[in-house]
């Protein structure tokens, strides 16, 4: 049984599919807003408009997944404690989901290396003072507003967007998915051992492909490719 008490009384949801669709819905919506902040950062840094992320569409499930999670059940807290569980939480998902990309497709995506106060290059004090004070934003400010529209919704209405955003969201991902693997396979295929070398030759190659392959490019411009050993 999970109870909001964001609208001034407490909304109890017994049924698992109401309950799991409203979890979904804001995992799409902290993921859009994870999505549109890093495209203004990028924007602001560079002048140049960047669609971030892995996936085709505009979202970032590590920002979903972790302003999730801060919502449900970091509300209750204070104002200090809060800035320090969601900065934990969102560092442990950046680190974690840094090395499993690394892992699975043999590509080093972003690398916090050159910066002071970083853990292996996968997570640096930035980025968590970002999730810190990001999350304080999200349960203060945005995810009551959230729920309000969100129980404005009838059923049926919340169903069809939920079913219809998680067949998007699913054919999202296996799309992008096959394009990583496609990285991965260009990188295999380039006869050198020396990674610089390796991220050179795979980026040319990819300069001649799609228009997703050089978004990804884009969107990863210090990615770093390497043979499998």
């Not at 992320?53 to 449900?72: E, K, R």
Request: glycine share 8%; proline share 2%; charged share 15%.
């Amino acid at each position: 049984m999970l109870s909001y008490n964001y609208l001034g009384g407490e909304t109890t949801m017994n049924d698992f599919f109401y309950t799991f669709t409203i979890w979904f819905l804001l995992f799409i919506i902290y993921s859009f807003i994870g999505w549109v902040f890093e495209v203004v950062l990028t924007l602001v840094k560079t002048g140049k408009f960047v669609n971030r992320g892995f996936l085709i569409g505009p979202v970032i499930p590590i920002w979903g997944a972790g302003c999730l999670l801060i919502t449900l059940f970091l509300k209750d807290q204070s104002v200090l404690r809060l800035i320090i569980f969601s900065g934990t939480i969102g560092a442990i998902l950046e680190y974690v989901v840094n090395y499993l990309m690394e892992k699975l497709f043999k590509a080093r995506w972003w690398d916090y290396s050159h910066l002071p106060f970083n853990i292996n290059g996968r997570i640096w004090l930035g980025s968590v003072l970002l999730f810190g004070f990001g999350g304080l934003f999200v349960v203060k400010f945005i995810s009551p507003w959230i729920f309000k529209i969100l129980h404005l919704l009838d059923l049926t209405m919340l169903y069809a967007i939920g079913g219809i955003l998680f067949g998007v969201l699913l054919a999202d991902i296996i799309i992008s998915t096959g394009i990583i693997k496609n990285l991965k396979l260009s990188a295999e295929a380039v006869q050198q051992d020396y990674t610089v070398e390796i991220t050179r030759k795979v980026k040319k190659v990819l300069e001649g492909k799609s228009n997703e392959f050089k978004r990804l490019l884009k969107a990863f411009p210090n990615v770093k490719f390497y043979r499998k050993k």
